[in-house]
């Protein structure tokens, strides 16, 4: 009797531990059904729900989670890129010194980290239990992969696909209109402390990548701190000798112009360049280059081009 009463006893504990263990598996489960996204950081973030407050620390995104239905309760000040929808969401301070006061204080269920600009944020964020992604939106495909991200967290896939596609076949009616040059480009960088070159990973150097064009600066080591960019020298730039130059900024566009001209009347060898010798010095505009253009990409492709070739329609 002892036996088939140790016997019995040990089924019934098998039975609840299978009990357990298959409720766990569904608690798991649950947990994990929503949407499991792998961000630009390399981290993997496990969302339970679908994120009704969203804070985003670029004003990059908000164009793009809006058009897929997102919900933005949080965003930066921006002077270029500010949507009239969004002016009266509620500031975190300027996109370069983020409040994370401010963030808290919006109860967001999702912050959207700008990539090598505010990942200091995160440590307090998970402090505070705050789900948040770190995102890049400089090249072409990491908007299209951002788009994709935000339209299967807004239960929006169909519409992200239809953007995206949108934005394809603009861009590539843009390239297939182009001549077929090969042109040797330079893309300089200004700002008050002066000039760096601006490499492939930029906005204007993945857009110049995307026409076939050679960027002069391609190989050179970027400067420590912004894998974008590396050191400028006169010197380099007179022996790369590029067939166009191209300007990004940052600052009051006038003063830039009016500074890149003084250096260049008071610097013979600027006048070796074949650009500046043959007048293929252009002027990217801030809102489109500085900052992610987002869901104007197709705009900032066709601006480039229309700078070289002033007639494309």
Not at 85 to 108: D, F, H, M
Not at 172 to 178: F, G, L, Q, V
């Amino acid at each position: 009797m002892k036996k088939q009463f140790a016997i019995i006893l040990t089924l019934i504990f098998a039975l609840l531990i299978a009990g357990c263990e298959e409720e766990l598996n569904e608690t798991t489960t649950k947990r994990e059904i929503f949407n499991f996204i792998t961000d630009d950081a390399g981290r993997d973030v496990v969302f339970e729900k679908k994120p009704e407050r969203i804070v985003v620390t670029s004003a990059s995104f908000l164009e793009p989670l809006h058009a897929v239905g997102g919900t933005v309760v949080g965003r930066p000040d921006s002077k270029t890129q500010m949507p009239d929808w969004a002016k009266n969401i509620t500031s975190i301070g300027q996109v370069y010194a983020v409040n994370p006061e401010k963030i808290i204080l919006c109860r967001p269920d999702l912050v959207i980290v700008n990539k090598g600009m505010n990942e200091k944020l995160l440590e307090i964020l998970e402090e505070n239990n705050i789900l948040a992604l770190v995102l890049d939106m400089k090249s072409y495909a990491s908007v299209k992969n951002e788009l994709t991200i935000f339209g299967e967290l807004t239960e929006n896939p169909d519409k992200s696909k239809q953007i995206i596609d949108d934005m394809d076949s603009k861009i590539k009616t843009t390239i297939d209109k182009m001549p077929k040059d090969k042109h040797r480009v330079a893309i300089l960088h200004s700002t008050a402390q002066g000039l760096s070159v601006q490499l492939e990973g930029s906005i204007a150097g993945n857009i110049v990548k995307m026409f076939g064009w050679e960027n002069v600066a391609a190989g050179m080591t970027p400067l420590e701190g912004n894998p974008d960019a590396a050191p400028y020298s006169l010197e380099t730039l007179a022996e790369q000798n590029p067939e166009i130059i191209f300007v990004t900024s940052m600052g009051k566009i006038e003063e830039i112009k009016k500074n890149m001209q003084h250096n260049i009347d008071t610097n013979p060898a600027w006048k070796s360049i074949g650009a500046i010798k043959n007048g293929k010095l252009y002027y990217l505009p801030q809102d489109l280059f500085l900052l992610s253009p987002g869901l104007r990409y197709p705009e900032a492709v066709e601006t480039m081009a229309k700078l070289v070739y002033p007639k494309l329609k």
